[in-house]
């Protein structure tokens, strides 16, 4: 880089330092704080038609936002709070096509009836439950509201689910690649995404069962939700997507309205004087019920693929890495800080490296052995190495919809010689022994490395079963049943042992109170670790050596247009060095 270069981003860099601390020091003069009131009579505001991330990544320039995005956790911890509070007479929710995991759908519907017991009124609006696409999710999570209004236009697309998985043997054929993967055992199926053409047997069964589950879980909060039968329900989703006339006809929803006349009918029943104010306004104003308290719990999360050495959000395909390094060490500042009486630990991943995996789970070990039980809460998915991480836990706590599960393992290479003859390019080498070549694409397996390959499969299955058994407290021969590589919902993984509990992170953070003796009346804090880095250190980072320079990323346009096949070929287990040995393959429910 040129020198004159250097001095111009240095400059640059100083006078964004400066801006920054300077922003921040406004606010935290008298009167420069939040200046959001909550009004004597509060309806509050959410909109459910945007992504709920688990956590968001530090971003230096968060400090000039007017309102911070809205995590799963900030929705949770708000309407707690927000039902306790004399001055919110209700919520409303706008609907649609939510970009949220099926997991996290019940967790804000858990969330939204604990709201409703509070005697406060809690309605869902949506223009329309699926517009040419699916609508199943998003209406499930409306029908935990007790009333339910939809835009005259608008229709209700609840038509059963579809899983439906790509295989790419024959694309494979066609390119010369032959897949050599071997799998611990038959329902460790990502690898039949390149062996072969269509389900096994044993992928079609577990599959089979997952969507089963999952579905017989909305249809009964439907049910419950609508006040209607379930054997009613299925037979509606057998004739959907459901006209919106229809839809009220059935009592799928109360009425029909656009916004403005629902806003208006809300603001009726509230009073006159009522205000409407958005959730991520009013957890400005009031903070979360976790910020304070008598005792101080860890909050660690574990998001994305497992990988060896630092972990973080990659913005190229706007996802998450847990990287052993960063997982670990936030365990050990949480064990050796004497404030902290126990550790919650959020764990969203389809696994990845099993010595990353191991890692971490040696962590969990030692905090435990320290005196600090930990307590797993689920998201979406905590299958494979994103299992593993979490087995050695005092309890497990999942949603009735998590996909968990998949203590299996799988590995191999793509052998592709025939496809680079293909294209007239050729290969030569020189080696220094027989097994040199042991990774190598350019040719298959010998028969003495397939045998010590199996090995190595066999060693780390073992491993795997026998941590289950122990974490679990079950006999290896029951581990070695349920195991097998299949993924279970977390309805399914608690009937066998796999999980303790059903519920979100407030029912995690119950369950480490009870485990760390704290009493009912106490107050807790949730603190997470590692601490985050305010919007100063971030931006100074940004300057740092360790840190990319702004020009070496794609552009936004190129980023949107090529994250949803990276992100296909990421959870693939295709992009990276160690994505497949404990890793759940894709899975797409719609």
Not at 415 to 421: D, I, K, L, R, S
Not at 442 to 464: H, M
């Amino acid at each position: 880089m040129k020198r004159s270069t250097k001095i111009s981003l240095a400059l640059l860099g100083g006078l964004l330092v400066l801006a920054v601390g300077a922003l921040a020091a406004l606010r935290l003069l008298p009167g420069r704080g939040s200046t959001v009131k909550v009004p004597s009579r509060t309806i509050l505001t959410l909109n459910l038609e945007r992504s709920l991330p688990e956590s968001v990544p530090e971003d230096p320039f968060s400090a000039f936002r007017a309102e911070a995005p809205l995590t799963l956790r900030d929705v949770t911890e708000m309407l707690e709070r927000a039902g306790s509070d004399e001055h919110v007479s209700g919520l409303v929710a706008r609907v649609g096509a939510a970009p949220i995991g099926l997991a996290q759908s019940q967790e804000i519907r858990d969330a939204v009836k604990a709201f409703r017991t509070k005697k406060k009124f809690a309605v869902a609006y949506s223009e329309t439950f699926g517009e040419f696409g699916p609508g199943n999710g998003a209406y499930y999570v409306a029908t935990a509201f007790d009333e339910i209004w939809l835009q005259p236009s608008g229709d209700v697309g609840l038509n059963g689910l579809v899983l439906e998985v790509p295989f790419l043997r024959g694309a494979l054929d066609k390119l010369g690649v032959k897949p050599e993967y071997g799998q611990r055992h038959e329902y460790k199926n990502a690898m039949n995404l390149f062996t072969d053409t269509r389900f096994t047997p044993a992928y079609r069964e577990a599959e089979q069962r997952l969507l089963d589950s999952i579905w017989g879980q909305m249809v009964s909060g439907i049910a419950e939700g609508r006040k209607i039968p379930p054997e009613r329900v299925r037979a509606l989703a057998e004739g959907g997507p459901i006209l919106g006339t229809e839809a009220k006809e059935a009592r799928l929803v109360d009425g029909l309205a656009y916004w403005d006349e629902t806003s208006e009918k809300l603001k009726s029943r509230a009073g006159p004087d009522a205000e409407f104010l958005s959730l991520s306004k009013y957890r400005d104003a009031e903070g979360s019920p976790y910020d304070s308290g008598t005792h101080t719990f860890a909050l660690i999360h574990g998001l994305g693929g497992v990988s060896r050495g630092r972990g973080g959000y990659n913005p190229v395909l706007d996802s998450w890495t847990m990287g052993s390094e960063t997982v670990a060490s936030a365990f050990r500042k949480a064990v050796k800080d004497p404030d902290v009486k126990a550790i919650v630990f959020r764990v969203d991943s389809p696994g990845g490296s099993y010595v990353a995996s191991d890692t971490i789970w040696r962590e969990v070990a030692r905090a435990r052995k320290a005196g600090k039980p930990v307590v797993v809460s689920m998201g979406n998915v905590a299958a494979s190495g994103g299992y593993f991480v979490a087995m050695n836990a005092d309890r497990i706590v999942a949603e009735p919809a998590t996909i968990t599960g998949s203590i299996g393992v799988l590995a191999g290479k793509f052998v592709t010689p025939a496809m680079w003859e293909k294209l007239g390019i050729t290969f030569d080498q020189v080696e220094t022994g027989a097994n040199a070549n042991f990774w190598n694409a350019s040719r298959s397996f010998s028969e003495a490395e397939w045998a010590r390959f199996n090995a190595w499969l066999d060693r780390i299955y073992d491993d795997f079963t026998t941590k289950v058994a122990e974490g679990r407290k079950l006999p290896k021969e029951k581990v070695l049943e349920i195991a097998k590589g299949r993924v279970w919902t977390g309805e399914d993984a608690k009937a066998r042992g796999l999980v303790d509990e059903l519920g979100g992170l407030a029912t995690a953070v119950r369950a480490a109170r009870e485990a760390a003796k704290i009493p009912a009346a106490d107050t807790v804090r949730l603190v997470p670790f590692p601490r985050r880095r305010t919007p100063f250190e971030s931006l100074m980072a940004r300057f740092s050596a360790d840190e990319e320079p702004a020009s070496s990323e794609p552009s936004a346009r190129a980023i949107e247009e090529l994250r949803p096949l990276l992100r296909k070929l990421e959870s693939a287990g295709l992009l990276g060095p160690e994505g497949g040995v404990l890793r759940l393959p894709p899975v797409e429910i719609r």
